[in-house]
T-cell receptor, first 118, second 111 residues
Framework: DAGVIQSPRHEVTEMGQEVTLRCKPI?????LFWYRQTMMRGLELLIYFNNNVPIDDSGMPEDRFSAKMPNASFSTLKIQPSEPRDSAVYFC????????????????FGNGTRLTVT | LAKTTQPISMDSYEGQEVNITCSHNNIATNDYITWYQQFPSQGPRFIIQ???TKVTNEVASLFIPADRKSSTLSLPRVSLSDTAVYYC????????????FGQGTTLQVKP
């Protein structure tokens, strides 16, 4: 298995532009997570999906951020318009199962997208 | 969700055993304890998970005392390549999936 695949690996854009980050989870995984990592705030959970349905988006910073999962093999995180404070590494992760009694599948992370907004 | 507390950083030398302790005083009955490792420019990677007593795999051991209010990740005979950030998470069985990472422990292994 190729693992969780994220694209692009690096994105440099100007303030005000739209940015779209992409993620392909591991086949068969039920859960998909989007995290953001910065030096100041560490790893922050933005949103997660279960069976393609958004479950908790309380970590999404503001209305400029949106995430979709149109099918089990693809998700996007969009920032529109982007701002310099959005500069961070964005990680996607997937998991086979969570919260099942006596069983907790680990998260599998992609290698992230490093976003720089100038 | 149970909050975790870990040391910010630790130093060690090659060949030594490293123990990183995580406090989770308000852990609930059904919570599991999970540890992740993160290298620079990579996403976190699962190391080990346990519920009570001791768990061992090819990478590490996890010791959990009877009260489960803390846990210790043990890395035997570390090498330079073990330099990374280590995160302790408490994962609630029955949790719908909101997994929160703490600040982690930055381990620096010196030659």
């Amino acid at each position: 298995d190729a693992g969780v695949i994220q694209s692009p690996r690096h994105e440099v854009t100007e303030m005000g532009q739209e940015v779209t980050l992409r993620c392909k989870p591991i086949s068969g995984h039920d859960y998909l997570f989007w995290y953001r990592q910065t030096m100041m705030r560490g790893l922050e959970l933005l949103i997660y999906f279960n069976n393609n349905v958004p479950i908790d988006d309380s970590g999404m910073p503001e209305d400029r951020f949106s995430a979709k999962m149109p099918n089990a093999s693809f998700s996007t995180l969009k920032i529109q318009p982007s701002e310099p404070r959005d500069s961070a590494v964005y990680f996607c992760a997937s998991s086979l199962a969570l919260g099942k009694k006596n069983y907790n599948s680990p998260l599998h992370f992609g290698n992230g997208t490093r976003l720089t907004v100038t | 969700l149970a909050k975790t507390t870990q040391p910010i950083s630790m130093d060690s030398y090659e060949g030594q055993e490293v123990n990183i302790t995580c406090s989770h005083n308000n852990i609930a009955t059904n919570d599991y304890i999970t540890w992740y490792q993160q290298f620079p420019s990579q996403g976190p990677r699962f190391i080990i998970q346990g519920y009570k007593t001791k768990v061992t795999n090819e990478v590490a051991s996890l010791f959990i005392p009877a009260d489960r209010k803390s846990s210790t990740l043990s890395l035997p005979r570390v090498s330079l390549s073990d330099t990374a950030v280590y995160y302790c998470l408490v994962l609630l069985s029955g949790n719908t999936g909101k997994l929160i990472f703490g600040q982690g422990t930055t381990l620096q292994v010196k030659p």
